[in-house]
């Protein structure tokens, strides 16, 4: 029995449409063909022909939707007071940071602070060791 050798093209592969695909079943499906007659014309499978015709009866819209993603914790209001503090300290560490933010109720862990910063474009490191005293114990 001899061996197959698969290609990357035999399994199907995602090709994006053409907006003029969509509009074109928009358009096809204001007259009175059917469904298989459109994605004939369109030289669209029927599943995506029946996926467009649901997405005008919902959104109105033949193309596809953007996704949105997940929203962001800090807004432009909070990037500011970020901004602010890093400003008025350039040393303050990413855990004061941290502190400040949740005590706005904006509860972030300390890799989300780092890329905020970064994000404002403020240049900062991370200490290869840690000092010996912490802020509460050089005020005691």
Known sequence: MPIQKFRKSSRGSYRPRKEEKYWGVFYLLKTDLTLREIAAIVEMKLPSVQTVKKRIQVYGNPLPRKSTGAPRK???RTERHLERIVRE???TSYNQLRKALS???IN????MVIDYVKRLDFKSCISAHKSRLT???KKA
């Open 103 to 105: 005590s706005m109720s």
């Open 108 to 111: 972030i862990c300390r890799n």
């Open 135 to 137: 802020e509460e114990q």
């Open 74 to 76: 800090v807004d432009e």
């Open 89 to 91: 300290d350039p040393f």
